[in-house]
C-alpha cells in the first residue's frame, strides 16, 4: 500500500514526549489495517467477542489512543470517502491478493503451518463497513473526533495540516508527502514491537520533513510527484522496470515526465490526472473539529458488555487516564 519511494526520504527518531499538545491527523484505514494485521490469535484468527464480532482493532484502538492521550496528543482520524476512479485497479489488486492469502490461509491452517498461516492471515486482512463503524464509534466515547473524507483519507489529513488544523499527519505510508504534508509521522505510538528474524525490536515513531527532503534532492514537489507517477501510485501502475532511485535519475536530468526520451507504456498512465490527484485536489472547505471527554461509562458498557474486553483492565486504564486527561481539555481549550 502507498507509493514505494522510502529510500529518497530522510527521516528522523522523534520523542513521544516532543509531541505533546500536538494535534495530529491520523490516516484512518491505515491504522486500522496496523490493528487488523498484527492483533490475532492463534493460526491467525481476529480475536472476536462472544457473538463474533471482529474486535482486534478496537483493543488497538483503546489501548494505544489511551497512552496518546496520556501523553498529551491529541488524535483525529481521517476516514477514507469515495475512492477516485483511478483507483479502481488498485482496489481490484488488493481485493484479488486478499482473496488468494485468505485460500492460502485455510490451506496452512488444514497443513497446520502455523506460521504460514499466521502470514496468510495478515495479508488477508480486510476492512469491513461493521469494522468502520465500530471504530467510530469507539473514537466517539473517548472523545476523539472522526471525518470522512471526501475522498483520500491521507489527502484530506494533508489538507487540514496545510489549513492549520492540526500540526502533522500520521501514516505509515508516503503519499501524505505528495499530497502536500509538511510533517508526517510513522510509529505513533508510545512504542511500538515488531517480531523479525532477530527477534522482538521495537519501532520507536520518527519524523519526515517534506522540505528537507526535497531539499536534499534537489527538487521540488511536482518533481516528487512526476517520480512517483514512474514508480507506481494507488492511481497508476507506473513503468515497469522504474524503480525509485531510477525515478530520481531521469526526473534530475529531464526536470518533468514529458522530457524523457523513449519512455514507454506513459500513455497508460494518467500523467496529467494524477499531478491533479496529489497537487490540486480541489477547494476543501475547512471543518470545525472539537475534541471531547472520556465517556467513562460509555467506554466501559460498550468495551465490556457490548464486546467482552476485560472489565477490570478497561476500568483501570480509563481511570488512570482520566483525572489528567479532562485537566487537559479544560486548559487546552
Known amino acids: 500500500m502507498g507509493v514505494k519511494i522510502k529510500e529518497l526520504l530522510s527521516t528522523h527518531p522523534i520523542s513521544i514526549n516532543e509531541l505533546k499538545g500536538k494535534k495530529i491527523a491520523i490516516d484512518a484505514y491505515n491504522t486500522l489495517y496496523?490493528?487488523?494485521?498484527?492483533?490475532?490469535?492463534?493460526?491467525?484468527?481476529?480475536?472476536t467477542d462472544e457473538s463474533n464480532n471482529v474486535t482486534s482493532h478496537l483493543a488497538g484502538i483503546f489501548y494505544r489512543n489511551m497512552k496518546l492521550l496520556s501523553y498529551s496528543i491529541w488524535p483525529l482520524y481521517v476516514f477514507d470517502g469515495t475512492p477516485h476512479n483511478l483507483k479502481g485497479a488498485t482496489l481490484k489488486?488488493?481485493?484479488?491478493?486478499?482473496?488468494?492469502?485468505?485460500?492460502?490461509?485455510?490451506?496452512?491452517?488444514?497443513?497446520?503451518d502455523e506460521v504460514t498461516a499466521m502470514?496468510?492471515?495478515?495479508?488477508?486482512?480486510?476492512?469491513?463497513?461493521?469494522?468502520?463503524e465500530s471504530s467510530k464509534k469507539l473514537l466517539s466515547l473517548m472523545g476523539i473526533p472522526c471525518i470522512t473524507a471526501p475522498s483520500d483519507g491521507e489527502a484530506y489529513a494533508s489538507f487540514l495540516l496545510?489549513?492549520?488544523?492540526?500540526?502533522?499527519?500520521?501514516?505509515?505510508?508516503?503519499?501524505?508527502i505528495l499530497f502536500g504534508s509538511s510533517r508526517v509521522i510513522r510509529n505513533l505510538a508510545v512504542s511500538i514491537k515488531r517480531k523479525n528474524a532477530a527477534?522482538?525490536?521495537?519501532?520507536?515513531?520518527?519524523?519526515?520533513?517534506?522540505?528537507?527532503s526535497l531539499n536534499n534532492l534537489g527538487i521540488d514537489l511536482r518533481q516528487m510527484i512526476d517520480i512517483a507517477i514512474l514508480v507506481g501510485t494507488d492511481f497508476n501502475e507506473g513503468i515497469k522496470g522504474i524503480g525509485p532511485k531510477k525515478a530520481y535519475k531521469l526526473i534530475k536530468k529531464y526536470e518533468k515526465i514529458e522530457n524523457i526520451p523513449e519512455l514507454g507504456e506513459i500513455e497508460n498512465q494518467h500523467v496529467d490526472e494524477v499531478r491533479t490527484i496529489f497537487y490540486?485536489?480541489?477547494?476543501?472547505?475547512v471543518p470545525e473539529i472539537k475534541w471531547g471527554s472520556i465517556d467513562k461509562e460509555g467506554l466501559i458498557k460498550y468495551m465490556c458488555d457490548e464486546h467482552n474486553f476485560s472489565r477490570e483492565r478497561i476500568t483501570e486504564t480509563i481511570s488512570r487516564i482520566i483525572p489528567t486527561s479532562q485537566n487537559r481539555l479544560d486548559s487546552f481549550f
Open 34 to 47: 496496523q490493528f487488523l494485521s498484527s492483533i490475532r490469535g492463534w493460526g491467525g484468527y481476529y480475536l
Open 93 to 112: 489488486s488488493r481485493f484479488k491478493k486478499r482473496e488468494e492469502a485468505m485460500e492460502e490461509w485455510k490451506s496452512a491452517l488444514e497443513s497446520g
Open 119 to 132: 502470514k496468510k492471515a495478515k495479508a488477508s486482512t480486510t476492512i469491513t463497513e461493521q469494522i468502520v
Open 162 to 176: 496545510t489549513s492549520g488544523v492540526v500540526w502533522a499527519v500520521a501514516s505509515q505510508d508516503y503519499d501524505a
Open 199 to 212: 527477534g522482538i525490536t521495537e519501532s520507536e515513531p520518527e519524523i519526515l520533513y517534506s522540505d528537507e
Open 280 to 285: 490540486n485536489s480541489g477547494t476543501k472547505e
